[in-house]
């Protein structure tokens, strides 16, 4: 009798750099849950995408060869990366697959240890592949018990106390920089969970009303009545760039949003005398990487500053 194994393929903020998840990230994961579902010996997936780790959890007879299947799947998708990706997997089967995914939802894994919105991002995958039929009994009980397992032994342990989101350390970050953001002008593109979480960090600690900028303008609008802000349409965000002070991307697009030519033709426009720091938290990289290049013109030992 044949029995079913819990593989575990995973690329990692501990193992690879930020271009090379971009270059594995899933635009799609509806087919590529079609894809895995299709893949031999495979009769439950389910994968988990963050800003820090692309993984799939995957049930089959074949524990070994799948795990070596889903490796080879995973790292195709890093195109002329190949090697590299590779080389930044990790596996894990059955045992070690649930530990580690107890880490997971404990935050033990978290770049912020015992952060809470990894619970979020656990769950949202479980129901993702739930609604597109991809899990079973197996993975439904695997998932189901490590939910509760990561509120508990926040509950126990205090481990999520003092904890602050990807969004609060970004928000942070910009506070130490300028020394304090209460007269600032500050833009936040992104009205999704992670851009609603740095809003709301930047609500306790500004005193200026923060400007939302969303391709869906609605929920712009929704987020920034809500803290007293100001939304912005999404094609108007350049010209906040013209005073800002601090520009934070947290958005899930798969695309370039803030590009060096945006930058460089609000710059050519800045009336702010201070430097303009941008903070990019986005998953993929909202911000294209030459935009640290851009200078201010005609201003003595101003730049942007690009993190």
């Not at 899933?26 to 780790?53: G, S, W, Y």
């Not at 697959?97 to 619970?119: F, N, R, V, W």
């Amino acid at each position: 009798m044949k029995t079913d194994h819990v593989v575990n393929v995973r690329i990692t903020h501990k193992t690879a750099r930020v271009p090379l998840m971009e270059a594995v990230v899933f635009k799609d994961k509806v087919q590529a849950l079609a894809e895995l579902h299709a893949m031999e010996n495979i009769t439950e997936c389910l994968i988990l995408q963050t800003c820090n780790r692309i993984e799939l959890y995957l049930v089959s007879e074949e524990g070994e060869k799948t795990l070596e299947t889903a490796k080879q799947y995973l790292a195709n998708r890093a195109s002329i990366h190949y090697k590299e990706a590779f080389e930044a997997i990790e596996t894990a089967i059955d045992h070690d697959a649930y530990k580690h995914l107890l880490k997971i939802t404990t935050g033990l894994e978290s770049m912020i240890i015992g952060e809470e919105q990894i619970l979020n991002q656990v769950w949202d995958a479980y129901l993702e592949a739930e609604k597109a039929k991809r899990v079973g009994s197996i993975l439904k009980h695997l998932f189901n018990r490590a939910m509760t397992v990561g509120r508990r032994i926040r509950d126990v342990t205090g481990i999520n106390k003092g904890a602050v989101s990807v969004g609060s350390a970004a928000v942070e970050l910009a506070a130490t920089l300028l020394n304090n953001l209460e007269d600032k002008k500050i833009l936040v593109m992104g009205a999704g969970e992670i851009g609603t979480l740095v809003a709301k960090a930047l609500a306790r600690r500004c005193l200026s009303p923060i400007f939302i900028a969303n391709r869906t303008y609605s929920r712009a609008v929704t987020l920034a009545e809500g803290l007293s802000g100001k939304a912005v349409k999404f094609d108007k965000f350049p010209e906040i760039l013209v005073d800002a002070d601090v520009v934070i991307c947290a958005t899930s697009a798969p695309h370039i949003l803030l590009s060096k030519d945006i930058v460089s033709c609000s710059m050519s426009q800045r009336a702010n005398r201070n430097d303009l720091i941008i903070i990019d938290i986005s998953n993929p990289r909202g911000v294209e990487k030459t935009v640290e290049a851009v200078k201010i013109k005609n201003k003595i030992n101003s730049q942007n500053i690009y993190i």
